[in-house]
């Protein structure tokens, strides 16, 4: 292993200048423009991928493809590990809030500034580069590898569950290992027992065949932008409680343990606040930030559009209006059921006169993980000799839908090591990714294959 | 007068090629892209207006250029009539919904289609053809003229009020004639009574420096977007008032009289609800459609912007929204009393982490006409005799902040005379003005001027 960590600090630079490259490939899934940036980003990691001495394909989706990687030096006896990722990303969208151009990666403060670093072209390809260090040199692991990359997960993985069903024998392991969340904070490494699962919905609204004049119309044709406006409104009670009939019904109510944890947990709510610049902070009454955030579900506005909104003033009363609106759960909620709540307030709520349309887009099932155990204890160790630290446990807010389909249908548990930190701006102008996580991060996955391969 | 008829019919097909010239040039001056477009339709005005006879400048403002005509050969006894209209025009946004491209104005059903065919450009050019009838082939006219064009109208004329103080002495008139508004339906003329005034309001609401991931951020940090949406759901109540504290109590009782007569013409609420392909009616509760629109005010949102509005979904929780919300006044409320009373309301409602920021776009105050006497009278001999009907009296729900200034500075009554047709998409995709109407309404103009000379 010694020659495998050593490979790694000596090619360091190298693996930054080649992250750099997949950085530099705008593959924004979720936007059709990019499509051939998409596909770019698959081929370019299947070849990087190739060149660590894996066995690569590109397999065809109805959308994107997958990106497939194996290595099955250590025997039909050794454990098999499947490391899963994506190549894709979110959109880059406000542009002008970039300090620097998303697709231009570039270092300041330690950290890596582009749309992907961190989510999750960085993390993904720490395994990439951790499997090259491990196999340079006539290295080998005690574990069978199976790298499997997707390029729809910031559209919500359409394709990767019915590709798993069907490649389920090749891709059969005994541990999936996912690198797509953050550390607690700096120095402190994680390892997950939560994520939110995700309900996203578009709702538009209409009230007229063509946007009128305020003056002609105003004050008796129904405007749709107001009427979207207070049905927004009713979704949330003065506590900041869903006031969505049945919405908690089925909230698991945690163990008093897993409080205790969270609350033990090294964590500043003004620092939190004030790290993203808000003066208060909101939320459901009667619960801490971090449970708000990792084992409480949410309501939120992501997008609305109506009417005008372009420089100056226009006096139109518009024809339609759009929000869109998604829900962060937690077990055991199913997104098919909030659908069937959300419509059943909507008709309750909306005025006369109102059109609305619900658009249902990526949904996802929360996840809880099982605590404990030697997979856990192998990745405590392999992140506590790179990181010099114990990993705490954490929740993450965030939803990774597959990470529940990987356990249903392959039938084996899944480990989620992070890297990326908080306030790193996933989904945000200014992503970031810490340059030292992506070297000790390096590390800590070589050590972890190792440690996997002990029974 | 009967030669200027002859001239006005016999012209008819090349006055309509010219209002075809005039409607191509996109000045739209709420946008800076398209200042030079509006310059361009200024001296196109001029150089027409022009040839129909008058001494023409082309005047600076800090903006857009006022243009101005003046016939002075009914002599310095004989009285004057100034005649205010503006060249600019609206947005043209949405461009998809448009049947026909809005600056490249198409005949369809006996109806002219682009942006500007009503409000204004059509409509001034009726009076600009409807001079040169009048004083070609030596032809002449019992009142002086001052034609005034503005490019600022759609923006609030922000330089005219000024513009008029400066030239108060040239300006000076007996009458303001106005053609910037619908008769009541086809075939009825309608002279106006009143004119709704106009307060704009852009809210920008904030609550964190960049936008964030809703997983990583949601249900803590506060959401502009829904906060924006409660608020604007605050701004009526349940019975469709307007729920801000103080906001009725300038407002006007009209008479039973004016009352009366407005029940009294002939309105179908459900066909006018079906013209615009609306299921429902909304409004006040205990006011009539009409009076809804003509004299009860309004709060409307005419824009609404938030977080990712593209294709598919981004779980985007965004730092800000913006809002644009306009109120429409009657007499006797004021722009600035309104938006002293929403500043107060804002103060009220704004939740917490959420820091609201007002601009105020143009604003206007609120008209009512003095009804009767021989101007009034005179009128509607006039559209009588082109129409072959008496004209009602009309409200209008739209605004001419102007109207007010002109009575004030120039103390002479405004006298507002209207051609379009409701529906006519005033601010709207499909813009549209009858051929019929631009030709009888020239030969009203005619018989007007003629008419305005007998003291």
Redesign the interface.
């Known amino acids: 292993m010694g020659d495998a960590l050593k490979y790694a600090t000596r090619e360091r630079a190298r693996f930054q200048r080649e992250l750099f490259d997949f950085l530099r490939i705008p593959s924004v899934s ?3 423009e990019h499509d051939g940036d998409t596909r770019r980003a698959a081929t370019w990691l299947a070849e990087n991928l190739s060149r660590s001495g894996l066995d690569v394909e590109v397999l065809e989706t109805p959308k994107h493809p997958v990106v497939l990687g194996e290595w099955r030096g250590a025997g039909t006896d050794a454990p098999t590990v499947l490391i899963y990722g994506h190549y894709d990303v ?2 880059a ?2 542009l002008d ?1 970039w300090t620097s151009p998303p697709f231009d990666p570039e270092v300041r403060d330690g950290k890596i500034f582009a749309r992907g670093s961190a989510d999750d072209k960085g993390q993904i390809f720490m395994h990439v580069k951790a499997l090259e260090a491990a196999l340079a040199d006539g290295g080998t692991l005690p574990v069978n590898i199976v790298v499997l990359a997707e390029g729809e997960e910031e ?2 993985s359409p394709s990767l569950g019915p590709f798993v069903e069907k490649h389920k024998r090749r891709l059969e392991a005994d541990v999936v290992v996912i690198s797509d969340s ?1 550390m607690f904070e700096q120095g402190l490494p994680s390892l997950l027992f939560s994520l ?1 699962g ?1 309900a ?1 919905f ?1 709702l538009k609204a209409r ?17 749709p ?2 009427a ?3 049905i ?5 009670d003065p506590k900041g409680r869903i006031a969505i009939k049945g919405f908690y019904d089925d909230v698991l109510e945690w163990d008093a343990k897993t409080r205790a944890q969270i609350a033990s947990l090294p964590f500043d709510e003004d620092d ?2 004030r790290g ?9 009454a009667g619960w801490s ?1 971090l449970e ?2 990792w084992i ?3 309501c ?19 024809a339609k ?4 609106v ?1 829900f ?1 759960l937690v077990p055991d909620q199913k997104p098919e059921n909030v659908r069937i709540l959300l419509e059943a307030h909507l008709a309750e709520v909306t ?3 109102i ?1 609305i349309e619900v658009l249902e ?2 949904g996802g099932l929360p996840w809880k993980a099982e605590v404990g155990g030697p997979l856990f204890e192998a990745a405590a160790t392999a992140l506590e000799e790179a990181f010099g630290k114990r990993p705490v446990l954490a929740g ?4 990774i839908p597959i990470v529940v389909e990987f356990e249903r249908i392959l039938g084996a548990p899944a480990l989620l090591v992070g890297f990326a930190l ?1 306030g790193a ?6 992503e970031w990714f810490p340059v030292e996580n992506f070297e000790k991060g390096i590390s800590a996955l070589v050590r972890l294959y190792r440690k996997l391969g002990k029974k």
């Open positions: 979720a936007k059709s979110q959109p969208e406000p809030e559209i919500g953050a939110r995700l996203y578009e009230a007229a065949k063509t946007d009128m004049h305020s003056g002609a119309y105003g004050g008796v044709i129904p405007n932008a107001t979207l406006a207070r927004i409104a009713s979704f949330h939190f606040r993203v610049g808000a003066t208060a902070l909101t939320g459901e930030v708000r955030l409480r579900p949410t939120e506005v992501n997008g609305f559009l109506a009417g005008y909104t372009g420089e100056g003033a226009k006096t139109v009363l518009p209006a759009m929000a869109k998604s962060r005025p006369p006169g059109d887009h990526h993450e807010g965030g939803s908080p701006n996933m989904h945000a102008p200014d």
